[in-house]
T-cell receptor, first 115, second 114 residues
């Protein structure tokens, strides 16, 4: 039973346009959410995070939105660049729950940004 | 080193063989995690260390999997009597303090069991 779901395996966007990657979760104990970016043959690299006490966090071209009532978060990339082409993983953690806070990952969404 | 280092980068094992995967975390990082990533899936938690103490091993799939971090820095993940279903990328990650922080991942060891 997947606790973190990324229902779109892939997404293709034109350079300069907005990329929106979505993530849903089922565990109401999750209180910390992260996005990781992964290039082929490399490990995931941290992109941006958000705590459950916020509904938005922005870092340059990247913004993460959290809708706790819907158990949904999204990553917006504006403007998209060809170098953003990678697999994006959504991850969640229950920092103050009983799981020791280890990260639960979705299956990832492969973003392709076309020039 | 500048980042998390894992070796070997690739490992091919015959079914039934034992393997050992090494992780060098970022110097001074307290927490160390092992994750398993099967093809087309996200990373799945295996085990977690805080310094030399293994605080959570709930994700280890069987007693053939064993991890250690005896001096609180380098860690080794050992898989005994490998099976084909063990084929995956094994990722190591570390973080500076506790568990409530973003993790820094290594490039992983790709294990293929034939």
């Amino acid at each position: 039973d997947q606790q973190v779901k990324q229902n779109s395996p892939s997404l293709s966007v034109q350079e300069g346009r907005i990329s929106i990657l979505n993530c849903d979760y089922t565990n109401s104990m999750f209180d910390y959410f992260l996005w990781y970016k992964k290039y082929p043959a490399e490990g995931p690299t941290f992109l941006i995070s958000i705590s459950s006490i916020k509904d938005k966090n922005e870092d340059g071209r990247f913004t993460v939105f959290l809708n706790k009532s819907a158990k949904h978060l999204s990553l917006h990339i504006v403007p998209s660049q060809p170098g953003d082409s990678a697999v994006y993983f959504c991850a969640a953690s229950a920092r103050y729950g009983g799981s020791q806070g280890n990260l639960i990952f979705g299956k990832g969404t492969k973003l392709s940004v076309k020039p | 080193g500048a980042g998390v280092s894992q070796s070997p980068r690739y490992k091919v094992a015959k079914r039934g063989q034992d393997v050992a995967l090494r992780c060098d975390p970022i110097s001074g990082h307290v927490s160390l995690f092992w994750y398993q990533q099967a093809l087309g899936q996200g990373p799945e938690f295996l085990t977690y260390f805080q310094n030399e103490a293994q605080l959570d091993k709930s994700g280890l799939p069987s007693d053939r999997f064993f991890a250690e971090r005896p001096e609180g820095s380098v860690s080794t993940l050992k898989i005994q009597r490998t099976q084909q279903e063990d084929s995956a990328v094994y990722l190591c990650a570390s973080s500076p303090r506790g568990i409530n922080e973003k993790l820094f991942f290594g490039s992983g060891t790709q294990l293929s069991v034939l």
